[in-house]
């Protein structure tokens, strides 16, 4: 359910983001690629109106947003799942003739 305009994955991160945890541990902590985060923090800071993670953090204390997080249950831990192999790479040679 969004609220005041932010989806679920914006506002997990507005709460890690300013409790001091860096984008690759969100990524690793919410199960997301890293872009993924990175592209959300910027949708964020567009919402929000702000350019760096103190302005976020001003804002987010005046809205509530700064509660420190419980701890994270093994439940709550998204699994990673089964890694996926990676892919042949394919080697172009060069034409010879015509």
Not at 2 to 24: A, H
Not at 29 to 38: C, E, H, S
Not at 51 to 58: K, P
């Amino acid at each position: 359910m969004p609220f005041l305009g932010f989806s679920d994955l914006e506002l997990k991160i507005i709460v890690l983001r300013t409790n001091g945890v860096n984008l690759s541990q969100i990524a690793r902590q919410l199960g997301r690629a890293r872009n993924t985060i990175r592209h959300a923090m910027n949708r964020v800071y567009a919402k929000v109106g702000v350019g760096d993670v103190a302005l976020l953090t001003r804002w987010a204390m005046k809205y509530g947003f700064d509660e420190l997080l419980g701890p994270e249950t093994s439940a709550e831990r998204p699994h990673p799942g089964k890694p996926t192999p990676r892919q042949k790479r394919v080697r172009f040679r060069p034409r010879t003739g015509t």
